[in-house]
Structures are given as structure tokens and as C-alpha cells.
């Protein structure tokens, strides 16, 4: 398979925004690239998009992804807790993405990454780009009311939704040339009415990330957004379904993206312009 990136740098970026149980359309998506042969050499995550973000710049392929989602539930990322700040403590997320990336920090992943968190004392973004990879993801997907905040280094942090649910232009800043931001929210209302709390805040929640997203887009140079307006924010059940929405999505952008990235390819291999010697009798 041949591979493409931007030769003796790093140019192109991903963008992955939140959506709680819509991530697995994440997946997808990087089957597309995949495929194609496109390579992420920037990625920044929400939420939902820090997990699969943090596993891809840790090296894992979409299968090896898929392999780990393939009976994830709410139970394996968080317990029940005495409803104080949150209903439920995320402590098995950390856990988990800890085991995953055997306890790495995140400025030793071989993929350059940012996770997005939001400081409730600040009211401010806070961009993970060093630390435990763990702690990063978790605090970005603390979802008010729902989980607890985590308590570091004085912030109270909770979703990264708040602030930047697409993380567009960390990408850029990190370095990147040409951003793919990958939209889990097209279709933010799923038709059905909230059956409890957990719905009540995960509905808001989502309404509240809308704006954030506007601004995301605005800042990328491709949008991909699955078809999701009947998949709900909760349901982990339909996983495949979220997966095939994704690829198809993914499938039907890459060509545009290759094209960029072969161009881009070919404006550095050209040799620069130099003066040379006047012309005889000029």
C-alpha cells in the first residue's frame, strides 16, 4: 500500500470531534485513510475523538482499534458514584487508555497529539500536549454532571466540548498544512425525548457543543460529517452501523485529500528557482 505523506515534514492534521457513542464512526473514517493510504501526521481530539485520537498517535491500527471497542460498554469507562459533581467516576477510562498505551505520556507517542479539556474555575480551553496520555484522555471526556471532573494542577477540568469540541486549529498550530476535521454532530437532534437524567445533561450538552463545532469547521480545509441524526449520543449498541457511516464518509473525501497531499508532494520535490548568469548580449 502505498503511503502518502508531505516528504521531510509533517503537513497533514486531524481534527476529531466529540459524540460520546457516535465515535465509532471515528473508526471508520480512519479505515478510509487507511485504505487509501493516507497518513494523519498531526491529531488533536474531544472527548470522544481524544480516545480514538490518543490510540491512533500511540501507533494503533484501525483493526487493532476496532478489536478494543468491539465489546466496550458505559461499565468498562466509569462506576456509579455518590452523586456529588458527577453521577459517575471515570476512573476505569484512565485505566484503560493507561493499559493501552503502556502508561505513556503524551510528548513520547510517536504521532504528535493534543487532547482539549475545559477548566471550570477558568472557564478557559486547556490543551493537553504533555503528561499522561490517560489523564489527558479522561479529562476530556468528563462530561459535566454526568462524570466527575478531574481535579490537576489546581483546574477543575471536565469535556473539552465547551470550549473546542472540534479541535480544527490546535492542528493547525500544531504544524499542520491541510486540517481534515471529522464532525460527529451533523444531526444533533436524534427525534427522541430524554427517557432520563443522563439524557437530559447529554442532550444539552450537545446543543451547547453546536457553536464550538461552527468554529471548527470554519478552521479546517475538509469537513467530514457521517449522516448521524438517528444514532443517539448513548447507544453503543449500534457500533457497526456507526463504523460503516464513517467509512463511507471518509471514502468519499479522500480522493480531494490525496490530491492536496500529492500536490503538495510534488511542490517540494520541484527544485527552487535560481539566478544564474545574465544571457549572452542581455
Not at 479522500?254 to 549572452?280: F, M, S, W, Y
Amino acid at each position: 500500500m502505498n503511503v502518502f505523506r508531505v516528504p521531510g515534514t509533517r503537513r497533514l492534521g486531524l481534527a476529531l470531534s466529540g459524540g460520546a457513542a457516535r465515535g465509532f464512526a471515528h473508526l471508520g473514517v480512519l479505515k478510509a485513510f487507511e485504505d487509501a493510504g493516507l497518513v494523519a501526521e498531526y491529531v488533536a481530539g474531544t472527548s470522544a475523538g481524544s480516545i480514538v485520537g490518543a490510540l491512533y498517535a500511540a501507533g494503533y491500527s484501525c483493526q487493532e482499534m476496532l478489536d478494543v471497542a468491539d465489546d466496550l460498554n458505559w461499565g468498562q469507562l466509569a462506576k456509579p458514584t455518590v452523586p456529588t459533581v458527577g453521577l459517575f467516576n471515570p476512573e476505569r477510562l484512565e485505566e484503560l487508555v493507561e493499559e493501552l498505551v503502556s502508561g505513556a505520556n503524551i510528548e513520547d507517542l510517536p504521532v504528535p497529539f493534543c487532547a482539549i479539556a475545559t477548566d471550570l474555575v477558568s472557564a478557559r480551553e486547556v490543551r493537553f500536549t504533555t503528561g499522561k496520555v490517560s489523564k489527558a484522555v479522561r479529562a476530556s471526556c468528563s462530561i459535566p454532571g454526568v462524570f466527575v471532573p478531574l481535579e490537576y494542577n489546581g483546574m477543575v477540568l471536565v469535556d473539552g466540548g465547551l470550549t473546542n469540541n472540534l479541535p480544527s486549529e490546535p492542528v493547525r498550530e500544531m504544524g499542520a498544512s491541510w486540517v481534515v476535521a471529522v464532525d460527529l454532530n451533523a444531526g444533533l437532534a436524534d427525534g427522541k425525548a430524554p427517557k432520563n437524567i443522563v439524557d437530559v445533561m447529554m442532550k444539552s450538552l450537545m446543543i451547547t457543543l453546536d457553536r464550538s463545532n461552527m468554529r471548527g469547521c470554519s478552521s479546517a480545509d475538509t469537513v467530514i460529517r457521517p449522516p448521524l441524526a438517528d444514532y443517539s449520543y448513548q447507544d453503543m449498541s449500534r457500533r457497526e452501523e456507526l463504523f460503516t457511516l464513517g467509512e463511507q464518509a471518509g471514502r468519499w473525501h479522500c480522493p480531494a485529500i490525496l490530491r492536496h497531499v500529492r500536490r503538495r508532494n510534488r511542490e517540494l520535490r520541484r527544485p527552487e528557482k535560481r539566478l544564474g548568469p545574465p544571457a549572452p548580449g542581455s
